[in-house]
T-cell receptor
Framework: SQTIHQWPATLVQPVGSPLSLECTVE??????LYWYRQAAGRGLQLLFY??????ISSEVPQNLSASRPQDRQFILSSKKLLLSDSGFYLC????????????FGQGTRLTVV | DAKTTQPNSMESNEEEPVHLPCNHS???????IHWYRQLPSQGPEYVIH???SNVNNRMASLAIAEDRKSSTLILHRATLRDAAVYYC??????????FGSGTKLNVKP
């Protein structure tokens, strides 16, 4: 069966520090991978979308970047965190074909102080 | 991308059926209709999806209007664990999922 791992669960980082969140998927090949962010009391915002290694689509301009060094690994990064980067970050995967459902990780709650 | 309209909130009594509506009048012919729910402090959970025909699974039923401009998620017997925010999301061939504000379902004991 397929599983998705996302870590860490919580993170407190100072303003201006770098960020690296990692997500890995097991039990499937060639998945679509996604990074979402949910600010406090708000809806989920799609940040990045990837259909393959090195293929990243950015959905909104921001202080973050994403990379996909391996088929089932998706990394969210920032060189310098801003207070506005605080939020609940979620990684997800779906099968490559259209119409299949997405499966979400447990999320990372990031607080920038 | 198709826009959706859902009630901000709904309330149900425990063990009664719940019908959660969604309007997606701009949906394209190849968009699937997905439903997810999110419990507090958790990632979204897949509930059900369909294209044209009504769908049933162990969690819920999905009734899709004949013109596909609206759909209804049906929870046959609401439990306290069903209290969550429910999102209706049309997805295209690229399988991008854009979440709206959803419907917050409150279940009363």
């Amino acid at each position: 069966s397929q599983t998705i791992h996302q870590w860490p669960a919580t993170l407190v980082q100072p303003v201006g520090s770098p960020l690296s969140l990692e997500c890995t998927v097991e039990g499937t090949s060639n998945p679509n991978l996604y990074w979402y962010r949910q600010a406090a009391g708000r809806g989920l915002q799609l940040l990045f979308y990837s259909v393959g290694i090195g293929q990243i689509s950015s959905e909104v301009p921001q202080n973050l970047s994403a990379s996909r060094p391996q088929d089932r690994q998706f990394i969210l990064s920032s060189k310098k965190l801003l207070l506005s980067d605080s939020g609940f970050y979620l990684c997800a995967w779906s099968a490559l074909l259209g119409g299949d459902e997405a499966f979400f990780g447990q999320g990372t709650r990031l607080t920038v102080v | 991308d198709a826009k959706t309209t859902q009630p901000n909130s709904m309330e149900s009594n425990e063990e009664e059926p719940v019908h959660l509506p969604c309007n997606h009048s701009t949906i394209s012919g190849t968009d699937y209709i997905h439903w997810y729910r999110q419990l507090p402090s958790q990632g979204p959970e897949y509930v059900i999806h369909g294209l044209t025909s009504n769908v049933n699974n162990r969690m819920a039923s999905l009734a899709i209007a004949e013109d596909r401009k609206s759909s209804t998620l049906i929870l046959h017997r609401a439990t306290l664990r069903d209290a969550a925010v429910y999102y209706c999301i049309p997805s295209n061939n690229f399988n991008k999922f854009y979440f709206g504000s959803g419907t917050k379902l409150n279940v009363k004991p």
